[in-house]
């Protein structure tokens, strides 16, 4: 089965097998009583519920790779900028969505190109940090690009961006990357105005809502 995987991978339709695969992983997940890592479906579910929840109507995500999130929020938001390093990967969505103008895929290194993309957001945004931190295709060591990122959106003018960071247990100490406890220590210490949380493996980052977290302010909604 791996091979196989493996052998899909290197072909246009790799996108559409894994895409049919959501549903059974997200049903297997809860069966086996919701493990740390979550499956892509709920994935997709929480950051269009966060879109929902703060009225935020553009997504910037990192890390494309097949479109499937581009491809799960294009009619929920009006604006998407997907940033993806593997120039096969970013050739590939930017054809996949060349018909859809409100999606751009931007190909590079996304701790460079937040910082760029910043200085053209004027209004709030949903960050999805999604770019293979933790060793992703043998990239061990990209955590530096993670802090990068956090550093430009949380001092960014506009002041209430809305970050969402997969695979939290990857933030370990490992690989010279930071623990939960180091970013919710910075996050408090520096940046009072901001609550954060883990909840299904996902970092939330969002504006202080008179002292709720983001769990908190979902269940209110």
Known sequence: MASFRQLLRRTPFYGAYKKLGHHPDYWYWKLRGEPVRAPHLLKQRTVRDFARRYRLRTLVETGTYYGEMVAAMRRHVERIYSIELDSTLARR???KFARFPQVTILEGDSGRLIPQLLATITTPALFWL?????????LVGETGRLAAELEAILRHAVREHVILIDDARGLDGRNGALTIDQLQRRIAAEFPDR????RHDIVRITPREAGLTASEAE???
């Open 93 to 95: 969505a930017t054809a």
């Open 130 to 138: 999604d770019a293979g931190y933790y060793g992703w295709a043998g």
């Open 195 to 198: 609550a954060i949380e883990v």
């Open 219 to 221: 269940r209110r909604t």
